[in-house]
């Protein structure tokens, strides 16, 4: 076939660019990352829920019920809202908030349960659990079982249970079942054995609704796909707002979902640089943080394969952040591919640095962002002085700080 | 043929049924574990299966979860294990040991490495809970390098096309976990697992044994009478965490006690 010149260079562009809707394949792999590590009993739920998916993905009716939900229920599309004030103070790119923090539950987490519920309808099961760190999770998961009327219990470790009493009691309010988790080091991933313990045991009418882009194919596959409306609009109103595209990208990453969720509709756009910010605890040399991407090696946990902070042994062990969400272990396995291929930098904030972040962001803005969040926007402080005024950062505020008032109130030795 | 399968075939020929036990390696202390195998091996045992301590054992419920905590508080590991075995072959060299744990502290040592040791310490087989037929090749490549069996387990969720393709990937024998659950749970229902075993039907020439949820020696007997074996686990671990303050010359007697009940209720099978 006879190529002009000018063909052939496009050609060799677009054979060093990724096809990333291509990823994961067929068993879930993204590279050497995610899979489905479980036992046995819950490959035939896998197998359902990934055949429920594969069908309802591109059908126009799920996804027109699945948008009118965001529409009418969760309040989307959400704002991308210019912080001029904050942009003329730290004097370098332009910053632009994605606002997840005003959906209807306070958080990102809420797209995901959405379409999660929906598929829940879908297998007929009457009863949906959870795991949740922050509860922020959790609180969406019995929102969206309130709503459609299924019997929730939701999984959360009893460390977590003291830290994020507000949302704890938000859940019972709900009707939800919250059922706190004394093994292991009390925490997020003790949460996240227990439910897979529980869906094992009543795999035949119980519909698992994982809260971030980790667990077994197809979870990391469809949460992202879920969350990927941030990403979507977010790519929208910069255009439309901006009139280009933002120059970088920046979120939180616990186990990635509002990370995922915003990135993905970008990751071919190369002039956007992408930062996913993890909990750098007490600083990571200290070994107390939560920042597998930056500190962690690869391993098998919580049914995929992705980096982990372990000991030379393969015990996973504790992590340490301020925000209850962010204290993970593990990541989702399409981040530790994006790490590896360095489509997205990670780095890590220190607990100190998310609260300054806070309380700057609160003052200097009137938005009171999550702990989590925060750690983005801590990150964008270091970031937004190094880029010119006429560059963009997109920040992604994945959720409210109304939850985090006690912990802040407890750092600063006040009894509310 | 592999020690697994020559203690199989030979009980089998005898009539017998296989008396297969897990213990957590390190349970409630590290010393506890040697005599307790031997124990077990005395009151007629056939095959020990040595569960790894993880530091998240997802698919075992409570009693065998504590086991691996108390395990883990000593320090117990992958290689301490290995350990373990070495020492237990130095008197017993026709009881076949078992692995059983997580993919993380395999995947941790390097696959390759840990199929070289494991042979060489006296290990027999590996059971990895969470290691799929579909996540398995590069471990299973490893294994039948060292002569090591891969152990699968099948479940009451598992279609009959997929146990076709579990029991292709096999050797040793075939672990049907008898209920949807964890390890432990307390809702056996013999006439489940005598319905799924005849569904299954004649999957491989490998044997087939049972476990989850037995814990007792009547239950132990019925479900004998459906498999080639029996799995019997939580009802010892439970007993050697009671006897975490005992020594271990006491907690390997009453492991030994509970586990020559259930032999001899095999044995009038
Ligand atoms: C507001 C908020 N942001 C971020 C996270 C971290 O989760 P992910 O990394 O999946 O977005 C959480 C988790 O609870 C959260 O509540």
Same mark, same amino acid.
């Given at each position: 076939?006879?190529?002009?010149?000018?063909?052939?260079?496009?050609?060799?562009?677009?054979?060093?660019?990724?096809?990333?809707?291509?990823?994961?394949?067929?068993?879930?792999?993204?590279?050497?990352?995610?899979?489905?590590?479980?036992?046995?009993?819950?490959?035939?739920?896998?197998?359902?829920?990934?055949?429920?998916?594969?069908?309802?993905?591109?059908?126009?009716?799920?996804?027109?019920?699945?948008?009118?939900?965001?529409?009418?229920?969760?309040?989307?599309?959400?704002?991308?809202?210019?912080?001029?004030?904050?942009?003329?103070?730290?004097?370098?790119?332009?910053?632009?908030?994605?606002?997840?923090?005003?959906?209807?539950?306070?958080?990102?987490?809420?797209?995901?349960?959405?379409?999660?519920?929906?598929?829940?309808?879908?297998?007929?099961?009457?009863?949906?659990?959870?795991?949740?760190?922050?509860?922020?999770?959790?609180?969406?998961?019995?929102?969206?079982?309130?709503?459609?009327?299924?019997?929730?219990?939701?999984?959360?470790?009893?460390?977590?249970?003291?830290?994020?009493?507000?949302?704890?009691?938000?859940?019972?309010?709900?009707?939800?079942?919250?059922?706190?988790?004394?093994?292991?080091?009390?925490?997020?991933?003790?949460?996240?054995?227990?439910?897979?313990?529980?869906?094992?045991?009543?795999?035949?009418?119980?519909?698992?609704?994982?809260?971030?882009?980790?667990?077994?194919?197809?979870?990391?596959?469809?949460?992202?796909?879920?969350?990927?409306?941030?990403?979507?609009?977010?790519?929208?109103?910069?255009?439309?707002?901006?009139?280009?595209?933002?120059?970088?990208?920046?979120?939180?990453?616990?186990?990635?979902?509002?990370?995922?969720?915003?990135?993905?509709?970008?990751?071919?756009?190369?002039?956007?640089?992408?930062?996913?910010?993890?909990?750098? #605890?007490?600083? @990571? !040399? *200290?070994?107390?943080?939560? $920042?597998? %991407?930056?500190?962690?090696?690869? +391993?098998?946990? /919580?049914?995929?394969?992705?980096?982990?902070?372990?000991?030379?042994? #393969?015990?996973? @062990? !504790? *992590?340490?952040?301020?925000? $209850?969400? %962010?204290?993970?272990?593990?990541? +989702?396995?399409? /981040?530790?591919?994006?790490?590896?291929?360095?489509?997205?930098?990670?780095?890590?904030?220190?607990?100190?640095?998310?609260?300054? $972040?806070?309380?700057?962001?609160?003052?200097?803005?009137?938005?009171?962002?999550?702990?989590?969040?925060?750690?983005?926007?801590?990150?964008?402080?270091?970031?937004?002085?190094?880029?010119?005024?006429?560059?963009?950062?997109?920040?992604?505020?994945?959720?409210?700080?109304?939850?985090?008032?006690?912990?802040?109130?407890?750092?600063?030795?006040?009894?509310? | 043929?592999?020690?697994?399968?020559?203690?199989?075939?030979?009980?089998?020929?005898?009539?017998?049924?296989?008396?297969?036990?897990?213990?957590?390696?390190?349970?409630?202390?590290?010393?506890?574990?040697?005599?307790?195998?031997?124990?077990?091996?005395?009151?007629?045992?056939?095959?020990?299966?040595?569960?790894?301590?993880?530091?998240?054992?997802?698919?075992?419920?409570?009693?065998?979860?504590?086991?691996?905590?108390?395990?883990?508080?000593?320090?117990?590991?992958?290689?301490?294990?290995?350990?373990?075995?070495?020492?237990?072959?130095?008197?017993?060299?026709?009881?076949?040991?078992?692995?059983?744990?997580?993919?993380?502290?395999?995947?941790?040592?390097?696959?390759?490495?840990?199929?070289?040791?494991?042979?060489?310490?006296?290990?027999?087989?590996?059971?990895?809970?969470?290691?799929?037929?579909?996540?398995?090749?590069?471990?299973?490549?490893?294994?039948?390098?060292?002569?090591?069996?891969?152990?699968?387990?099948?479940?009451?969720?598992?279609?009959?096309?997929?146990?076709?393709?579990?029991?292709?990937?096999?050797?040793?024998?075939?672990?049907?976990?008898?209920?949807?659950?964890?390890?432990?749970?307390?809702?056996?229902?013999?006439?489940?697992?005598?319905?799924?075993?005849?569904?299954?039907?004649?999957?491989?020439?490998?044997?087939?044994?049972?476990?989850?949820?037995?814990?007792?020696?009547?239950?132990?007997?019925?479900?004998?009478?459906?498999?080639?074996?029996?799995?019997?686990?939580?009802?010892?671990?439970?007993?050697?965490?009671?006897?975490?303050?005992?020594?271990?010359?006491?907690?390997?007697?009453?492991?030994?006690?509970?586990?020559?009940?259930?032999?001899?209720?095999?044995?009038?099978?």
């Amino acid at each position: 076939m006879a190529q002009t010149g000018e063909e052939t260079v496009s050609e060799n562009k677009q054979s060093s660019t990724i096809d990333y809707s291509a990823f994961p394949n067929a068993e879930g792999h993204f590279g050497p990352y995610g899979g489905r590590f479980v036992s046995e009993t819950l490959i035939y739920a896998l197998d359902e829920l990934n055949a429920i998916y594969s069908r309802l993905k591109d059908d126009p009716d799920f996804q027109a019920e699945f948008d009118k939900d965001l529409a009418h229920y969760v309040g989307r599309p959400s704002p991308l809202y210019f912080a001029e004030r904050w942009t003329r103070e730290l004097g370098g790119a332009q910053i632009y908030l994605k606002r997840e923090d005003l959906n209807h539950t306070g958080a990102h987490k809420v797209n995901n349960t959405i379409g999660q519920a929906l598929l829940a309808k879908f297998t007929g099961k009457g009863r949906v659990i959870a795991e949740t760190g922050a509860g922020q999770h959790g609180v969406a998961t019995a929102t969206v079982a309130a709503r459609l009327g299924l019997k929730c219990r939701v999984y959360m470790g009893a460390d977590d249970v003291k830290r994020q009493s507000l949302n704890v009691y938000r859940m019972k309010l709900l009707g939800a079942e919250v059922f706190p988790v004394t093994s292991g080091s009390r925490t997020l991933k003790d949460a996240m054995n227990e439910a897979m313990r529980d869906w094992a045991t009543n795999v035949d009418d119980t519909f698992y609704i994982i809260g971030t882009v980790a667990g077994p194919h197809p979870y990391p596959q469809l949460v992202r796909d879920f969350q990927a409306v941030i990403g979507r609009e977010a790519r929208a109103q910069c255009l439309a707002q901006a009139g280009k595209l933002p120059d970088a990208l920046v979120a939180c990453v616990g186990g990635g979902s509002n990370a995922i969720g915003l990135f993905h509709p970008f990751l071919t756009d190369e002039s956007v640089s992408m930062y996913g910010v993890e909990a750098g #605890g007490l600083g @990571i !040399e *200290t070994g107390k943080h939560a $920042a597998p %991407l930056n500190k962690g090696v690869p +391993g098998v946990l /919580h049914g995929n394969r992705t980096y982990l902070m372990e000991d030379e042994n #393969g015990q996973i @062990i !504790e *992590t340490h952040s301020v925000s $209850a969400g %962010l204290d993970y272990p593990g990541v +989702g396995p399409e /981040h530790s591919w994006l790490k590896d291929i360095g489509r997205v930098k990670y780095v890590p904030i220190n607990d100190d640095e998310a609260l300054a $972040a806070f309380r700057k962001v609160t003052r200097t803005e009137g938005i009171m962002p999550a702990l989590e969040s925060s750690h983005a926007l801590a990150y964008v402080e270091k970031l937004a002085p190094t880029m010119s005024k006429d560059q963009i950062i997109i920040a992604n505020l994945s959720g409210r700080g109304d939850k985090d008032i006690l912990t802040v109130a407890g750092i600063d030795g006040i009894t509310v | 043929m592999s020690r697994i399968s020559q203690v199989l075939n030979h009980a089998k020929s005898q009539g017998r049924k296989a008396l297969v036990t897990y213990i957590v390696n390190g349970d409630p202390y590290p010393a506890a574990t040697l005599p307790t195998m031997h124990k077990l091996v005395e009151q007629g045992v056939d095959i020990i299966e040595l569960g790894v301590p993880f530091s998240d054992p997802m698919a075992e419920g409570p009693v065998i979860q504590q086991g691996h905590e108390r395990a883990l508080a000593h320090h117990v590991s992958l290689k301490s294990t290995l350990e373990v075995a070495r020492e237990f072959r130095k008197t017993n060299n026709h009881t076949p040991l078992v692995l059983m744990g997580y993919a993380n502290p395999v995947e941790r040592f390097g696959y390759e490495a840990f199929a070289k040791a494991a042979a060489e310490a006296g290990i027999d087989g590996l059971l990895t809970v969470d290691l799929p037929p579909e996540e398995v090749a590069v471990l299973k490549e490893a294994l039948d390098a060292s002569g090591l069996d891969n152990i699968f387990l099948l479940a009451p969720t598992t279609t009959v096309e997929r146990a076709r393709k579990i029991a292709s990937h096999a050797s040793g024998f075939l672990y049907y976990v008898s209920l949807k659950g964890v390890t432990g749970a307390g809702h056996l229902d013999v006439t489940a697992v005598k319905a799924k075993l005849d569904e299954f039907g004649q999957l491989t020439d490998l044997p087939v044994c049972v476990g989850f949820g037995i814990k007792d020696p009547a239950t132990a007997k019925a479900i004998a009478a459906l498999a080639d074996g029996v799995v019997v686990g939580s009802v010892l671990v439970e007993k050697m965490g009671s006897m975490a303050d005992q020594s271990q010359e006491k907690i390997a007697q009453a492991v030994g006690d509970i586990v020559g009940g259930i032999r001899r209720a095999l044995d009038d099978c």
